[in-house]
């Protein structure tokens, strides 16, 4: 696993390929998933504790649930994008495929762990989304081998989709004190 996350960081797209086609990879797979998505949560705390106005509970909302909610919105936008491509695009794709794909995709997810540093955390916050994106495109067209118009329009749908929730969350609840870890998406609002 680490071994492919060191190539991942030298851009080597074989991992998803490599990924896609061994079952044994699944819990990897979740376990790079739900440990990028602990270290944005980490970041995003890190970032409050740094601040001038720490929200209260920062801890608990932005690290803990935080955490387990983008979780939970990486594996929705992950699930939107198997159902268009089987529904909508009509291409065969294996379920499995997708998540071993996706998981090791959310690799970028944990460069928002920067995010507590005071001048960078606009580049921390920002860039692995940026990042998060590409990844994604690459695992789904390892995953699928649809056309390159379809993984991008999939990938787009179920990564905004997964921004907006995240997105309408920390607007609806003024910001930095958004429940459930989206206060670094009102951040994003800042710019």
């Not at 990897?28 to 970032?47: D, E, K, Q, R, T």
């Not at 387990?68 to 699930?79: H, N, Q, S, T």
């Not at 990564?159 to 930095?176: C, D, E, K, R, T």
């Amino acid at each position: 696993m680490l071994e492919r996350l060191v190539r991942m960081v030298f851009l080597d797209t074989g991992v998803f390929e490599e990924v896609r086609d061994d079952e044994r990879e699944l819990g990897s797979a979740l376990l790079v998933a739900g440990g990028a998505c602990l270290l944005a949560g980490l970041g995003a705390w890190l970032y409050w504790e740094g601040a001038n106005y720490t929200p209260p509970n920062a801890f608990i909302n932005s690290f803990l649930l935080g955490s387990l909610f983008l979780a939970a919105m990486y594996g929705a936008a992950a699930l939107l994008i198997y159902v268009m491509m089987v529904q909508f695009f009509r291409v065969q794709v294996d379920l499995l495929a997708i998540v071993r794909t996706m998981g090791y995709a959310a690799a970028p997810l944990a460069l928002s762990m920067g995010m507590f540093l005071p001048v960078l955390y606009p580049v921390f916050a920002l860039m692995p989304l940026a990042l998060l994106l590409v990844a994604m495109i690459y695992a789904v067209q390892a995953a699928t081998g649809a056309e390159p118009l379809q993984v991008v329009v999939s990938c787009l749908i179920g990564f905004g989709f997964m921004v907006l929730v995240l997105g309408v969350v920390a607007i609806s609840s003024s910001g930095p004190d958004a429940p459930i870890g989206a206060g670094q998406f009102g951040l994003y609002y800042e710019f």
